[in-house]
């Protein structure tokens, strides 16, 4: 199998992934982008998805790690900035 060829259909799995994660996941977890709240935009699976789409998987893998770190951040800013205990859960592992 062709390089293009595995990545296609690496990228291709990718973005059944999300759209899996983004119908059924994504609205039971009970919180929202980070991102995507304190910047408005894209939520980071938005986010991943467009570049996959529009770009390829080796720029997704170089740029997506730098968007969960921008969420991380704005998980802390948002929490910081919460009233009354109010907790943001980051769309993110830690980075």
Do not use: W
Request: a positive charge; charged letters at 15%.
């Amino acid at each position: 199998m062709a390089v293009s060829t595995m990545e296609t259909v690496a990228t291709k799995a990718a973005i059944a992934s999300l759209n899996i994660y983004q119908k059924h996941l994504s609205p039971r977890k009970g919180f929202s982008c980070p991102h995507r709240l304190l910047y408005g935009g894209e939520s980071c699976s938005d986010y991943v998805k467009h570049i996959l789409i529009n770009q390829d998987l080796m720029t997704a893998i170089k740029t997506v790690p730098q968007r969960f770190q921008s969420c991380k951040i704005a998980a802390q800013t948002l929490q910081t900035k919460a009233e009354g205990g109010c907790i943001v859960v980051p769309c993110c592992i830690p980075l």
